[in-house]
């Protein structure tokens, strides 16, 4: 029987083997490091596409933060103006009645009597005065009461002043302002406008 040395042949073939199965791994090494480098090289640009953006929303809101600030301060600007006009009006429209007060309290002080003093708190007058007799304060009283510019007199009180004569007193009393004239014209100018 002959003998055959397969020994060479398979350690060739082993040899063979091997070297193929390196050159494979070697592939699939070099392909894993380019996948990797290409995912990051990936990765990478997403995340400046992003930062790139934020960039940009971060200038943008800054932006529309400081046109925030402009527009309060424009609105804070346009209330103090309107408020502003709201004072000059209420003062251009109540200068009138300040003479017309005055005017028809100098119609209801009948002779006799004098004012002293009158100081107005809100819509409440005080008035001090001197009078020959408590009849020209009761006559004062009731053209107080008639008028169309004041309302609810209240004497407070009375003292006699025999210094101006025999009758004579000083007296203390208190009127409310009344705005009746002014709603009535305003609402006798309205009926006009809506008439014509």
Sequence with gaps: MAKINLLPWRQEYRAQKQKEFQQVAGLVVIAACVSVFMWMKTVDAQIANQNERNQLLNTEITALNKQVREIKNLKKRRQELIDRMRVIQELQGNRPLSVRYFDDMVRAAPEGLWLTNLKRSGKTLKISGVAE??????????????SEWYESPNLTGVTAKPEFGEQASAFEMTVRVSSRKKEEDDQSADGANSGA
């Design 133 to 146: 007799s408590n009849n020209r304060v009761s006559s004062f009283m009731r053209s107080l009461d008639q």
